[in-house]
T-cell receptor, first 109, second 114 residues
Framework: GQSLEQPSEVTAVEGAIVQINCTYQTSGFYGLSWYQQHDGGAPTFLSYNALDGLEETGRFSSFLSRSDSYGYLLLQELQMKDSASYFCAVRDGADKLIFGTGTRLQVFP | EAGVAQSPRYKIIEKRQSVAFWCNPISGHATLYWYQQILGQGPKLLIQFQNNGVVDDSQLPKDRFSAERLKGVDSTLKIQPAKLEDSAVYLC????????????FGSGTQLSVL
């Protein structure tokens, strides 16, 4: 079977750093994507890792370890607007994306 | 650049009725996806098109769900007859061919089956 596991909820305060982990077990693996979804909104793309290591995009960074079937999203200098759900998604096959269960991040002042 | 367009935004129907959703992807995006997102869960892929051909429909409940993509552009997803458990947000997404890691999603259709 295919599974992607994430913590269901994470809380933090403004200005802090938070890490959202994702472990996966899929039949095929091309890379790991991260998406953000605000309540009532559409998922929006944040980052993608095809190779091991860290990718940095502004306040957000994403890490992948293919040998451990593990990745994480790191959010720095948290802002209230970062309160949202975050999904990891495995690119399984050339253009197929399988989403995880999602992590709800709540940022407090 | 226009995003992925979906309609309607909301739909309320009774069980056993039929419903249809429409999607217009970003111009030039060959790959189109329909996802079902139940409240509190991640999006679940129902069907994937590349141009007007089906790439993957392994999780589409074919006894009640159908989808088509005419001329490789617009797409419609139909449910007939609807069940209570079909209540969800139906998301359409598109991507450039070969860039399946980066999907562009529409605002979705929130379906309530009573």
């Amino acid at each position: 079977g295919q599974s992607l596991e994430q913590p269901s909820e994470v809380t933090a305060v403004e200005g802090a750093i938070v890490q959202i982990n994702c472990t996966y077990q899929t039949s095929g693996f091309y890379g790991l994507s991260w998406y953000q979804q605000h309540d009532g909104g559409a998922p929006t793309f944040l980052s993608y890792n095809a190779l091991d290591g860290l990718e940095e995009t502004g306040r957000f960074s994403s890490f992948l370890s293919r040998s451990d079937s593990y990745g994480y999203l790191l959010l720095q200098e948290l802002q209230m607007k970062d309160s949202a759900s975050y999904f990891c998604a495995v690119r399984d096959g050339a253009d197929k994306l399988i989403f995880g269960t999602g992590t709800r991040l709540q940022v407090f002042p | 650049e226009a995003g992925v367009a979906q309609s309607p935004r909301y739909k309320i129907i009774e069980k056993r009725q039929s419903v249809a959703f429409w999607c217009n992807p970003i111009s030039g995006h060959a790959t189109l996806y329909w996802y079902q997102q139940i409240l509190g869960q991640g999006p679940k892929l129902l069907i994937q098109f590349q141009n007007n051909g089906v790439v993957d429909d392994s999780q589409l409940p074919k006894d009640r769900f159908s989808a088509e993509r005419l001329k490789g552009v617009d797409s419609t997803l139909k449910i007939q007859p609807a069940k209570l458990e079909d209540s969800a947000v139906y998301l359409c997404a598109s991507s450039l061919m070969g860039f399946g890691e980066k999907l562009f999603f529409g605002s979705g259709t929130q379906l309530s089956v009573l």
